[in-house]
């Protein structure tokens, strides 16, 4: 039973992000194990996605929970990367012939690593998984854009880089524990655009200490002056066990504001509006596939995640390592992964089953935040059942003005889309949520 949207609209948006389905705090140990060959043999493979995890990176921001450590010695990079080269030879064993169609690399900073390391890693992707030519986004921070290792990536294929700068005001960025100067920022900016890549993506946050509107058009409008075909704007939030989550709140609540301010600068600049967080500019003629990569669709074609702290999704099972915050667990996970034998790749222990009505939710979700909505076709394509028939609820949506019904689909208003991250978990099942709510925060 979904709780009643109406009073869920009473309460704050800014929860919790909802991008992925089902959440990884709702993942648990398996048990039996799962084998790896049995489990992609009946899966659809010609047109998945690639991601690769770097967990480490050079400081950790007060409001970060992913899955990093600071500090890691060359011995250690050099260990991870050894073992996920392991890693990715089991999993091209039991993936046999397939087509990656989309890739990532993100950590953490993947930028952290050498240029020698960036090029094992590359070379990792074309000699192991026979991964060429398809669009390729690669993460990266202020402190570790330089020249040499941008024009690396750009020459093995990289199209889209992503930049955390979370603001251009000093005083904010060293509130929320990312003490950087403005010269670091400004330069690696300047690095990105001389090497030219099609896509950079500028990560933005509002709602930190000591923000204002002021200084949020500020940011936004310095932003601007860079030309980025990406931007996301998050919202903050504070997770536990984070810098910030430690700290107690003393700050103002404006994100609301803050989140229709930067909607309607963006808008009003030439930027379209793909999802709650994400804005991309109309004029971008960049972002269309390889025409030699097949098309990836998240709703129904698998990710394979290598490292300890990558995801990978299957039709009927995600899995992915044990998941940590606190930097002691995050350290013996990475010990746990670079101490396993090659053959223990090839079982997954970490994850969650997807009954049917689990994938339609999934489905739903993955579809329903995007601007381009839910395609009533596709669903039958892929049930082969009516989509209200199933989540009468849905109607909800109409009735409170957050959705349209089309002759193909449903679809966000803009306030919808504002309340992307409350529609979200509205439509978690019971099972999910029960989850989410046990889960031992570490």
């Given amino acids: 039973m979904l709780n009643n949207l109406a009073n869920l609209l009473e309460t704050s948006p800014y929860t919790s992000y909802s991008y992925a389905y089902p959440h990884k ?6 048990n039996p194990l799962v084998s790896l060959n049995q489990l992609w ?4 493979r010609e047109a998945l996605f690639l991601y690769l ?7 950790r921001c007060g409001f970060c929970n992913l899955f990093t450590q600071t500090n890691a010695g060359e011995d250690l990079v050099t260990a991870y990367l050894n073992t996920l080269v392991q890693e990715a030879k089991q999993s091209k064993n039991a993936l046999q012939d397939s087509n990656f169609a989309r890739m990532a690399i993100g950590g953490g900073t993947p930028t952290l690593l050498s240029t020698k390391q960036l090029e094992l890693l590359f070379d990792l992707v074309r000699d192991i998984l026979g991964v060429l030519d398809i669009p390729i986004s690669v ?3 202020p402190q570790t854009a330089t020249l040499d290792k941008l024009q690396l990536l750009k020459t093995r294929g990289v199209d889209r880089i992503s930049i955390g700068i979370q603001s251009f005001i000093p005083a904010e960025t060293t509130a929320a524990g990312r003490p950087e100067t403005l010269d670091t920022v400004y330069t690696a900016l300047e690095c990105l655009r001389s090497v030219d890549f099609p896509t950079l993506n500028l990560d933005l946050i509002y709602g930190l200490p000591g923000q204002s509107l002021k200084s949020w058009l500020q940011s936004l409008e310095i932003a601007l002056k860079f030309a980025p075909e990406e931007l996301y704007l998050y919202p903050l939030y504070i997770r536990p066990l984070t810098g910030l989550g430690r700290s107690p709140k003393t700050w103002n609540d404006e994100r609301n504001a803050y989140y229709y301010y930067g909607r309607d600068f963006l808008l009003a600049h030439g930027y379209e509006q793909v999802s709650m967080r994400m804005f991309r500019r109309t004029i971008n003629n960049n972002l269309s596939p390889s025409l030699n990569a097949p098309i990836y669709c998240c709703q129904s074609d698998g990710m394979v995640g290598l490292g300890c702290g990558a995801r990978s999704y299957t039709k009927s099972l995600h899995y992915s390592g044990e998941y940590a915050v606190g930097l002691r667990d995050i350290q013996a996970i990475i010990t746990n992964y670079i101490q396993k034998e090659a053959d223990s790749f090839n079982w997954v222990n970490y994850g969650f089953y997807l009954n049917r009505d689990e994938q339609q939710r999934r489905f739903i979700i993955q579809s329903l935040l995007q601007i381009e909505g839910l395609t009533f076709n596709s669903y039958v394509q892929a049930f082969e059942s009516d989509v209200f028939d199933d989540f009468s609820q849905l109607r909800e949506l109409l009735e409170l003005n957050l959705a349209r019904k089309t002759e193909d689909g ?3 208003t803009p306030l919808g889309m504002a309340k992307a991250d409350i529609i979200g978990p509205w ?7 029960h989850l989410m709510e046990t889960y031992q925060w570490r």
């Fill in 410 to 412: 449903l679809i966000l």
């Fill in 25 to 30: 705090t709702a993942y648990r140990p398996f």
């Fill in 139 to 141: 993460e990266v921070s």
């Fill in 427 to 433: 439509l978690y099942s019971p099972q999910v949520k």
């Fill in 41 to 44: 043999e009946q899966e659809r």
């Fill in 53 to 59: 995890h770097i967990p480490f990176c050079e400081m």
